[in-house]
């Protein structure tokens, strides 16, 4: 049963893909295919080979005995391979199930293939990136890691910190924002269902807007480590995280069923957190819908109370403020590592809708996500002379609207082509009263969002050797940014702007910012060697209009920016031997200013932003080096190494106002700061990873990640980099159960290794910086009956106390979870 089999773990999914590879390019590559005429053997007539109505290309078929190879055609058409008594022929293609024709079985004129389901079982790390990235074939894969076994955590940056393998700094439970080799925020690229969700309010500190997305309605989760502009434009300086949702499956007369349904329900004690998910699904030979729903509820995190750093007050929450008849009050905590306050609920919707044209198929995606207040609890830690500075800091609701449909169209011999038309919608805003204050202060941001993409790839029957990919994308940011004072009852009292002491974070008058852009890349394969090329042109433009204000007159009341960016890569995976594989690649990346950079006002810190219009795109140039060594079948080791030139970085620097280099904001005077194009910097690092099959059913796997950035010319560090990283994993598995222990790190992050200014939070530190760390964790899933599956655990068994670098809350203690799913 289809349900049944996405809440299994998949063991062998690596080596399925990586068989189906080859079995594709044995059979692409081969020039001659024998035919073997006997008394028992077969010749089978031309073949159709469907799922549903619609035909399936590319699919390999394979006599299991003689290696006989063939594939089907555009059309789905293909003359079978003969095959005598006691072959066996295996259909075999991407996202599709595995069929099995033994001798002798009756074989119809037309064939069914059922769409493979996915569980969100990995995180597939991929690095040395190459330019044709369109799917993963084009990309050296350094590592998978298992990490869900199809039970979703609490949220998706939960789901990338248990990696091991990416960074995530927090600045309050609702929240998460991944690092990609010492990028973060939008100097790296979130993707879902291969529509943008950068935009251009996205910021260069630390952006939560991550968890938008609903982890229970991922099918699967790409990190492409490395520049990646080539294919994914703009943004993606130290790479793409791509979130992937579960897919409508076409189901063809032979299904055992044309609908299911999963319920599923779990809870964490660590912050008595409480989700229940449910999915449907449905289809036929020309359709398939599915529809997914989930509810969560988190309440205050505790943190761990074993305090291996030596220090037994840092992070505790001795007391926190409390509004009581009317009054702002201080209230103790009873229990300190209870970090009140820390919780929030989410709500999360999707609907896909996929029907089946000739030759292609035509999908509508729909997805919405909105949760409550969020608490920012380093915020509401801020104390004044007086005591606590706020006594209230909240993110708003957090709303996320997409709709988007993509159009998949075959064309035989040339190729295919993959359009995308999407439209967002989003809501963010920022909730503010300083302790004693009547009025609070609510900014909001509305971003809309029109984006268009379509690309070419060409047919693997081209047969010289040659693979290309082309296309164009581009997208529409509309910025409303507005600002209104409440009273604590939620009455509004005053309107933005006009005369008042109000700020809106984003120009007042509106600001918009258009991109767009055009890519092409090729593959080459010589030999046992591939070469990869690409190149990509993009431009973008930014506008913006500002009214004056009594709070701030700017000098001008019109920002315009416009840029273009030229980047390139070329890569070559070389066999240095059977058991040994090298890649090399040379990338370049780049990042264009938005209106976050050039034209925003913002306090932090006792420092303001205010805009600049002279802001140039930032690039980075990477030469990255692997080697993959498979010692044994049962040992394999992994290494990578990269560096990179980061020119024209943009930060912020000391600026004057009106002829003042202060400014007063926020109740308090602030520094005056604009965001310059600075200078340059060097990032490397390295990271190596190693898997060993102790026992048949015993597998041991480790990764360590390293990296190091500082500036060019100085030495002195650079921010967002964080300490040495990594994860180790023992898991023992059987049919219908598994258990695995794991064991998350962090190195020693000292204070002189942290970045100028604010952007690493070094208050939220010790004072000689951020202490190294290590978590014990256990999980297991078993099979209670053929339709319910668990899975139960236990998270940071020695309840040890940390913070991950930059982060402004502490982490989970020690918790324990259970997860039920049934099927239906």
């Not at 340059?680 to 102790?694: D, S, Y």
């Amino acid at each position: 049963m289809f349900w049944r089999q996405f809440l299994q773990p998949k063991k062998d999914i690596n080596i399925n893909v990586l068989v189906s590879l080859v079995i594709f390019l044995m059979s692409f590559f081969s020039s001659t295919f024998y035919c073997f005429a006997q008394k028992d053997t077969l010749h089978l007539p031309s073949i159709r080979v469907v799922n549903g109505s619609i035909p399936i290309p590319f699919v390999s078929v394979t006599n299991l005995t003689t290696s006989q190879s063939v594939i089907s055609d555009f059309d789905g058409f293909v003359i079978f391979p003969t095959f005598a008594k006691g072959d066996t022929l295996l259909l075999r293609s991407m996202g599709y199930e595995d069929v099995f024709i033994i001798h002798g079985q009756q074989i119809a004129q037309t064939i069914a293939m059922e769409e493979s389901p996915f569980s969100l079982e990995e995180v597939q790390i991929i690095s040395n990136v190459v330019p044709d990235v369109g799917n993963t074939h084009g990309l050296k894969l350094l590592g998978v890691e298992s990490i869900g076994k199809g039970v979703a955590p609490g949220n998706t940056a939960e789901l990338l910190q248990k990696s091991g393998q990416v960074h995530v700094q927090q600045s309050q439970q609702g929240g998460g924002s991944p690092v990609l080799r010492g990028f973060e925020a939008n100097r790296i690229l979130l993707v879902i269902d291969g529509v943008r969700m950068n935009n251009a309010i996205y910021r260069s500190g630390h952006l939560q807007n991550a968890i938008t997305i609903d982890p229970n309605s991922l099918e699967k989760v790409q990190v492409i480590l490395g520049p990646s502009s080539v294919r994914f434009g703009s943004d993606a300086l130290g790479g793409v995280v791509h979130f992937t949702t579960l897919r409508p499956r076409f189901r063809s007369k032979q299904s055992e069923y044309n609908s299911s349904a999963l319920v599923s329900t779990q809870y964490k004690s660590v912050n008595n957190s409480v989700n229940i998910h449910g999915t449907a699904e449905a289809g036929g030979e020309r359709w398939a819908s599915v529809v997914a729903i989930s509810s969560s509820s988190f309440g205050d995190l505790k943190m761990g109370e074993w305090r291996a750093h030596g220090d037994s007050l840092w992070g505790g929450i001795y007391s926190y403020v409390d509004r009581i008849n009317g009054v702002d009050s201080i209230v103790e905590n009873p229990n300190p590592s209870v970090q009140t306050p820390s919780g929030y609920s989410q709500k999360d919707f999707l609907h896909k809708l996929r029907v089946g044209i000739p030759g292609g198929a035509i999908e509508t995606n729909f997805q919405y996500s909105i949760s409550s207040d969020i608490p920012r609890l380093d915020k509401l830690n801020d104390t004044s002379a007086s005591g606590f500075k706020w006594a209230e800091w909240n993110y708003g609701p957090q709303e996320r609207l997409m709709t988007a449909v993509r159009w998949e169209q075959y064309l035989g011999i040339p190729g295919s082509l993959h359009t995308t038309f999407a439209y967002q919608n989003i809501s963010e805003s920022r909730k503010k009263r300083q302790f004693g204050e009547a009025l609070r202060e609510i900014q909001e941001e509305l971003v809309d969002v029109i984006s268009l993409s379509s690309v070419w790839v060409s047919s693997p029957f081209r047969g010289d050797g040659w693979k290309f990919e082309a296309g164009v994308d581009g997208q529409w940011n509309d910025v409303t940014s507005m600002v209104r004072a409440e009273d604590p009852s939620g009455m509004t009292v005053a309107d933005s702007g006009f005369g008042g002491e109000l700020l809106t974070r984003y120009p007042n008058a509106g600001s918009n910012m258009l991109s767009w852009a055009s890519f092409a890349s090729a593959k080459r394969n010589l030999g046992e060697n591939i070469y990869h090329f690409g190149v990509r042109y993009s431009h973008s433009a930014i506008n913006a209009s500002y009214i004056p204000t009594s709070a701030l007159e700017l000098p001008f009341d019109e920002l315009y920016s416009s840029n273009g960016a030229l980047t390139g890569s070329i890569a070559a995976e070389v066999p240095l031997s059977l058991k040994t594989k090298t890649t090399t690649s040379l990338s370049s990346g780049f990042r264009h200013p938005n209106i976050d950079d050039a034209a925003k006002i913002r306090e932090k810190g006792g420092y303001v932003i205010i805009p600049n219009d002279s802001l140039r795109p930032e690039y980075i140039y990477s030469f990255d080096e692997s080697i993959s060594w498979d010692i044994t079948p049962r040992l394999s080791v992994n290494s990578a190494v990269f560096l990179s030139l980061w020119a024209d970085f943009i930060s912020p620097v000391a600026a004057t106002l009106n002829n003042e280099s202060q400014i007063f904001i926020d109740g308090e005077d602030a520094i005056i700061q604009r965001n310059e194009n600075l200078g340059n910097a060097i990032v490397k690092g390295a990271r190596f990873e190693i898997n060993a099959q102790i026992l048949t059913n015993l597998n041991f796997h480790g990764v360590a990640n390293f990296t190091k950035g500082t500036r060019l010319i100085s030495q002195d560090p650079i921010s967002h980099i964080p300490p040495m990283f990594g994860r180790t994993s023992l898991e023992y598995y059987k049919k219908d159960w598994s258990i695995e222990g794991f064991v998350l790190f962090n190195g020693v992050k000292s204070i002189e290794d942290y970045g100028p200014g604010g952007t690493d939070n070094p208050q939220e530190a010790l004072l000689t910086g951020t202490p190294s760390w290590w978590t014990l964790n256990i999980e297991s899933h078993f099979e209670i009956y053929k339709n319910i599956h668990a899975q139960i655990g236990l998270t940071n068994l020695l309840d040890m106390h940390y913070k991950t670098f930059s982060s402004g809350i502490s982490a989970p203690g020690r918790g324990a979870f259970i997860a039920i799913h049934a099927t239906l």
